[in-house]
Each structure stands twice: as C-alpha cells, then as structure tokens.
C-alpha cells in the first residue's frame, strides 16, 4: 500500500459489543491532483472504478500498484457500471443523433484492455442488473440477458434487483416480482444481501428499509442515504445535512439494522459520502466533494 497515505489509524474497537473493529483510514494520494467520485469495488477489493463529479468517463485505479486504467472517456459512463464475477467492467454511455440520446451497453475486458459492444445505441435502454457473468436488462421495454463471455450461460437462479420506473423489482432468473414494503413509493440504491436472502434500498418518502424476498419489511434502519451491505449483518451509508442548495455535511455511519444501533466510521470534519463495500478486502471506499477518495479498513471477526 505505498502509494496510499496513512491519515488517521484509529484504535481498534468492537461496535456496539459486536466484532466489528474500525481499523484505519487511508487517503489515496496516486490520484495527485485529479478529482475522482463514486467509488466501486471490484471481486477481490483490489481495485477501484472512478469516474467524475457528472458521470463523464470512467477509470480503473488498481490499488496495489497505483496503476490507473482509461475505460472510456464517454458521457455517462461513470454512472452505475458493474463488475461481473470474471471482472468484465459493464457500463453504458450515451450519444446524440439528431439531438436525441440514444444508450449504449459496452464491456471492457481488464486482461486486453479492449472494448467490445453488448447493446447498440437505443432511445430506451436501462442500466444492467447483474448476476455473477450474467446480465438482465431492458431494451425498449423488453426484457434482454446478455453475457460479456460469450462462452459464459445466462444463470437462471441469478438474483437481480434494479429500479423500474421508481419501482422496486426483484427478477429470480428471468421471473420479475415488484417488491412494494410501501404503497405509492419511489426507490432508489437496491441491492441484494450477499447471502441471498434479503433486499435493501431506499424509499423517498421512508428512508432505508431491509425487507425479504418477498417484500416484508424486516428493518428501517432511518435515512441512511447511498446504504449498502456489509456482510450479511451490517450496512453503511450517509447521514446528511443540507441547505436546500448543498450539503453541509456527511457522515458515513455503520448501522446493525436488527438493533437500530449506529456508529459514525468516519472523521469529524469530513464530508464523506457514496460509501462501496468490499468485504473481502475489509474495505470501505467514498468520496469528498473535492473529489478526493478515502479508504476504511474494517474487520468483522467471529462471534
């Protein structure tokens, strides 16, 4: 990790008597001087996908050697790309034809470093949902799979979860159930627990909520903003203050959904926020408004 600087080491502690120790938290300084935001893990927690403030291109920085890759320098290709279990990075990015944005679905290939084109330009394409090297989306309102390995099968137990006109769906295989924990709700940032069992996302009107599979509610843990897994137990996100303009202040905060109990994971002072989880690296990866890009490393031992 020489190429990350050690900010603040923080004294081991257990959260709330659970194995949950916050280690230390590390600025990335290869960046220099460029500004990067939202960022994504990947399989191993070993690299990183950035992109700008607006979405517009996207990067890979792999952390052990500092290394950044160029992906593309399209619009919108930072918003929501994806790794797939072989690290292929999915992403979409737009272009103008006669003043209409058409979206387009690319893979790039980390091993050659070349793109190849999934989906062609569409008026009505919507960004992946994935499942290990399988991918579901809609193109024009029909549902498509597709694979970046076209040796690879489309899994038909794959869990998808995505957001559908501000609706909440849930595909097992190809199979969609709308999940409605409330009525007349539009949501946001839905995911799937890692052990498959549970759903979490945001309603804008509620806050967080963790339901099951099949729409019971199970936790609302508060407006806990940009929430996503850490293991099974646990989630992160943001608590925020705003002016009605801007956001005066962000904390991430590590939240034990069954208790209701939190804790603030990062420093006073800081404006942090769009926290990505890898447990496997046991890392917490966010952004400031300048653009700069900050780790947490944390440790879930055994009970």
Same mark, same amino acid.
């Given at each position: ?44 927690? &070993?690299?990183? *996908?950035? %992109? ?5 291109? !996207?990067? $890979?920085?792999?952390? @052990? ?90 899994? &038909?137990?794959? *869990?998808? %979860? ?5 609706? !909440?769906? $849930?595909?097992?295989? @190809? ?90 994971? &990062? ?37």
């Amino acid at each position: 990790m020489k190429y990350l600087l050690c900010m603040l080491i923080l004294t081991s502690l257990k959260v709330w008597s659970q194995p949950v120790q916050i280690l230390d938290l590390e600025k990335v300084t290869v960046l220099k001087d460029m500004s990067y935001y939202h960022p994504k893990f990947d399989q191993t927690g &070993s690299r990183l *996908l950035l %992109t700008s403030e607006n979405y517009k291109g !996207l990067d $890979l920085l792999d952390l @052990e050697s500092g290394k950044i890759y160029r992906i593309s320098e399209s619009e919108g290709a930072g918003y929501s790309p994806v790794f797939t279990r072989d690290n292929h990075v999915v992403y979409t990015d737009h272009e103008f034809i006669q003043n209409r944005r058409f979206t387009r679905l690319h893979s790039w290939d980390p091993l050659s470093g070349e793109t190849s084109l999934l989906e062609p330009a569409s008026r009505n394409l919507s960004h992946p949902m994935v499942w290990e090297n399988s991918l579901l989306l809609k193109v024009n309102g029909q549902l498509k799979s597709v694979s970046p390995d076209s040796g690879s099968e489309i899994s &038909s137990d794959g *869990l998808f %979860t995505g957001i559908e006109d501000r609706q !909440l769906v $849930l595909y097992h295989g @190809e199979t969609r159930l709308v999940i409605q924990p409330y009525e007349d709700e539009s949501y946001i940032w839905p995911s799937v627990s890692p052990d498959r069992k549970h759903i979490l996302a945001y309603a804008m009107g509620k806050g967080t909520f963790i339901c099951d599979l099949t729409g019971m509610l199970l936790s609302e843990p508060g407006r806990i903003e940009a929430p996503v897994w850490v293991g099974n137990d646990y989630i992160t996100g943001m608590l925020t203050r705003d002016d009605g303009h801007q956001i005066l202040e962000s904390r991430l905060v590590l939240a034990n959904p069954l208790t209701g109990e939190q804790v603030v994971i &990062s420093p006073k002072g800081l404006i942090a926020m769009h926290p990505a989880v890898s447990l496997k690296a046991g890392r917490i990866a966010f952004h400031t408004p300048q653009g700069e890009i900050y780790l947490i490393r944390f440790r879930i031992n055994p009970e």
